[in-house]
């Protein structure tokens, strides 16, 4: 079944409190570019932060919240680069996902599998602020699928090859 990974958990306990302080660095990072939008380098630290998380649950193969975080980035990034007129949206979905991603990890820490269908309406608030099609619960479950998917093996060598 999707998300059967104790080493998941265990690994979630020895970083958790690292990811929550990336989060909250992450939301005040944005709260204070939103108070002072001049202040560019805000989101270049609430960037870094996301960047931290990202790479964090990826290591412990936990792909829901690594694919909220990696749409949370992409959203990031667009914002880095067209320098929004204070449209308040993508700000509050990106907010509302550092809320949502700490919950999620509250809860697999506590024992629920990892299923990233649980965080579809995140993900696509967060496509929706990029003008990105939404994913279905089809599309992310197939991909949660191809996510944990043993790495292909490599061909063993013949006899006398080394």
């Given at each position: ?32 570019y939103l108070e002072s939008p001049e202040e ?123």
């Amino acid at each position: 079944m999707v998300g059967e990974r104790p080493q998941m958990a265990n690994g979630l306990h020895w970083v958790r409190g690292e990811i929550e302080l990336s989060l909250t660095r992450a939301r005040s990072a944005l709260e204070q570019y939103l108070e002072s939008p001049e202040e560019k380098h805000h989101l270049e630290v609430a960037a870094e932060e996301l960047h931290l998380v990202r790479g964090t649950v990826g290591m412990i193969q936990c792909f829901g919240a690594a694919a909220l975080a990696e749409e949370m980035l992409q959203l990031l990034q667009e914002l880095r680069q067209t320098r929004p007129e204070q449209d308040l949206e993508p700000f509050s979905a990106l907010t509302g996902a550092t809320l949502h991603l700490s919950d999620y990890v509250d809860l697999l820490v506590h024992g629920e599998s990892d299923r990233a269908v649980v965080l579809q309406p995140g993900i696509n608030e967060l496509r929706l602020a990029r003008g990105k099609p939404l994913l279905t619960e089809a599309e992310l479950f197939a991909a949660q699928l191809r996510a944990q998917e043993p790495p292909a093996a490599a061909p063993a060598a013949a006899p006398g090859e080394a």
